[in-house]
């Protein structure tokens, strides 16, 4: 039956497609974040659907087909290149080809995201199908959490890119400031409330994980939302309530489990990483320019990091290129941010830029202990900066253009009245 749901929803949406390829977008996003098709144990090629509309309505649509060229674009594009030159010297050609078929797919929509979502209204619309999608099983997993009182670990879908308690652990600490944008940029009350409730049941369910790196995540969650977020006042409140109801919930186990982080060299798992550090290390030392390529690591421990992954996989050239997207898009958020403190019709952006800046750190702090560095919300938060910063200077084109325009009616009434100003009168 859910199979059947998730088929007749997907089918469904093929003609407004095709008509609207942005809406292709929205599809791809449901799909890759929830997963239905994992929830209704469907192995049907939804995605592959989807994404097929998408690019024949592209080639067929009258909009505009332009990527906005910014600094982050361009090292995305040179990061994605350098990809498929490291599958091409790979140690592993076979795994490597495979792990490039499904990379390649996901940048993509990432460049199709950049194309078509070009407007506050759409841009909008991308955070609410991110925020429910990923926010399901935020509210889901609170729920379990509660219910079990934290006894049973809360998982992903298997197969997908959340389905360990690390990686849905992630995922949601970065949905959880989108959560708040949502609850900033809403003047409907009882959304307000609803997001206050789902913020609140996130937090359990990434509690109910039991992941290190994901309780570190939170950490770093509520400390840049007290920083960087409005409302600060309601924002202590709800987060001490919070706390406190946590701190009394979790069962002794979990307590003892995040102790471990200050006892790392005692544990078996945390010393795992380290040791596959030291082998990403010493992949990219062998072959510093293009590491060992995809899946260097298969039928071995994984990288249980993005910066090792990526450092064994791309090489330090590959390392250097994700480390400047990161470093360029927070810069490009933080000058989002202070515009919009200058002009009241930007706050939107001002505050949709702060909460991005907070799930882009809170990934590179969980993300320090995951193999998720292909992860495609990550690159989806560098699109939307992206899209931000355009939207930014068109307003400000904008509003240069309305004051060049009064300036000329001023100068041109001047003249005017200077010329009245000067003429003689005749006397009769």
């Known amino acids: 039956m859910r199979a059947l749901l998730v088929l007749f929803i997907v089918l469904a949406s093929l003609p407004f497609i095709l008509r609207q390829p942005h809406i292709g977008v929205y ?5 890759g974040y929830m997963n239905p098709h994992l929830l209704a144990w469907s192995t049907q090629p939804f995605a592959e659907i989807v994404a097929g509309a998408t690019l024949i309505a592209m080639v067929f649509t009258k909009e505009p087909k332009k ?3 910014t600094r982050e674009s361009i090292v995305l594009l040179v990061f994605v290149i350098w990809m498929l030159i490291t599958t091409i010297f790979a140690d592993l050609p076979y795994w490597a080809w495979a792990k490039w078929d499904k990379v390649w797919k996901v940048q993509l929509f990432i460049f199709i995201t950049l194309m078509f979502i070009t ?11 991110i925020v429910l999608s990923l926010g399901f099983y935020g509210v889901k997993g609170g729920i379990f959490t509660i219910r079990t009182g934290g006894t049973a670990l809360v998982l992903g879908p298997g197969g997908s890119f959340i389905g360990t308690r690390g990686e849905i652990g992630t995922a949601l600490n970065m949905t959880i400031p989108l959560m708040r944008y949502l609850q900033l940029s809403t003047p409907i009350q009882w959304v ?3 997001m206050a409730v789902a913020m609140g049941l996130t937090v359990f369910a990434v509690i109910g994980t039991s992941s290190r790196g994901a309780f570190l995540g939170l950490v770093v969650v509520a400390f840049l939302l007290f920083l960087k977020s409005r409302g600060k006042l309601l924002l202590i409140v709800m987060m001490a309530v919070l706390g406190y109801i946590a701190y009394n919930f979790v069962p002794e186990e979990w307590t003892s489990r995040m102790h471990t982080i200050e006892t ?6 945390a010393m795992g990483r380290i040791e596959a550090w030291k082998y990403a290390i010493s992949v990219a030392n062998a072959s510093p320019i293009v590491g060992g390529g995809f899946n260097i690591t298969a039928g071995r421990r ?3 990091s993005i910066y090792f992954q990526i450092l064994g996989e791309h090489g330090y050239v590959g390392l250097a290129l994700y480390l400047m997207l990161g470093l360029m898009t927070w810069r490009s958020a933080s000058w989002v941010r202070r515009q919009a403190k200058r002009h009241e019709d930007l706050r939107w952006a ?4 702060a909460m991005l800046q907070v799930s882009l750190a809170t990934f590179s702090i969980g993300g320090a202990f995951l193999s998720q560095a292909y992860f495609d919300l990550t690159y989806h938060f560098v699109a939307m900066v992206v899209i931000l910063k355009v939207l930014t200077l068109k307003y400000l084109a904008g509003q240069e253009s309305q004051q060049e325009a009064a300036s000329a009616v001023r ?14 009168r005749l006397s009769k």
């Open 27 to 31: 599809m791809w996003s449901w799909l």
């Open 192 to 194: 307000k409330h609803g």
């Open 119 to 129: 407007d506050q209204k759409r841009l909008q619309i991308l955070v609410w199908v």
């Open 302 to 304: 994984a990288a249980h």
């Open 264 to 269: 790392y060299e005692q544990d078996g798992s």
């Open 411 to 424: 100068g041109i009434k001047l003249k005017r009245q200077d010329a009245g100003a000067f003429t003689p």
């Open 67 to 69: 990527i906005p060229w």
């Open 350 to 353: 001002g505050d949709l830029a």
